[in-house]
């Protein structure tokens, strides 16, 4: 962890340049900071007992003074519930997007990251089946299949996520069940396959997560309009 003499005490003033910034009459808290191990680009920032809590990635820690004042800018207005001024946010998103810092990410969640791998195998659904057959009807089986298995828990907030670092398709448990229509399985497994067809993309400053051949492509599902029906009322 890189939290050297030399680094903590530049973080904390740029913490407390953006705190000025934000709250230019109150008093300044105690800011304790450090980079820390996450398994993926996280930052993190608590209030505990009057002291301001941040957790910066590691990965990070090398990223210029004006990117670390984005960073800061906007945990602060986060914690304060101020409003982030876009010039931070376009700051670190480009950052973020730019194509070596991307790479590392992605080895960083490849080292540290642990992918939790259940079954493909539900009570009712067989994960893998679904997705040859779907492979079939919509890809010329040209798409290689990726790890797949059911989440551990029936989850409503995450129902499915391709994760490209382990190249692993996580379906919710939810759609196990035998009151859930094959259709709406389906239509998961092939929106997360499109993911794995049309890798996110940096468009400007931003990600591009649907790009336009992305939409294209998942309006040739059939139930298209049912499915996205069935997923809202889970």
């Not at 090398?62 to 700051?91: C, F, N, S």
């Not at 997705?131 to 551990?152: C, G, I, K, Q, Y």
């Not at 396959?193 to 992305?214: E, Q």
Request: net charge positive; hydrophobic share 40%.
């Amino acid at each position: 962890m890189l939290n050297s003499d030399s680094v903590i005490p530049r973080l904390n003033t740029i913490f407390s340049e953006a705190y000025r910034e934000l709250r230019p009459r109150a008093p300044f808290p105690e800011f304790q900071v450090e980079f820390f191990p996450f398994s993926n680009i996280n930052n993190t920032i608590r209030l505990r007992q009057g002291k301001v809590l941040i957790r910066i990635s590691d990965l990070l820690s090398g990223a210029p003074e004006d990117v670390l004042h984005a960073i800061a800018h906007i945990l602060l207005a986060k914690l304060y519930r101020k409003q982030i001024e876009a010039r931070h946010a376009t700051r670190y998103r480009r950052y973020l997007g730019r194509r070596d810092v991307s790479r590392k990410a992605h080895l960083l969640r490849q080292q540290r990251g642990r992918k939790m791998l259940l079954t493909t195998q539900g009570r009712n659904y067989n994960l893998e089946v679904i997705f040859e057959d779907l492979n079939r009807r919509f890809f010329h089986v040209l798409l290689a299949r990726p790890l797949m298995t059911w989440s551990r828990h029936s989850s409503r907030q995450s129902l499915g996520h391709y994760d490209p670092a382990h190249n692993t398709i996580v379906i919710s448990r939810v759609f196990d069940r035998p009151d859930v229509p094959r259709y709406g399985l389906e239509y998961l497994v092939y929106h997360e396959m499109l993911h794995l067809k049309h890798p996110v993309k940096l468009k400007g400053s931003r990600r591009c997560i649907h790009p336009r051949a992305f939409l294209e492509e998942e309006r040739l599902f059939p139930e298209l309009e049912q499915a996205k029906a069935l997923l809202k009322s889970l």
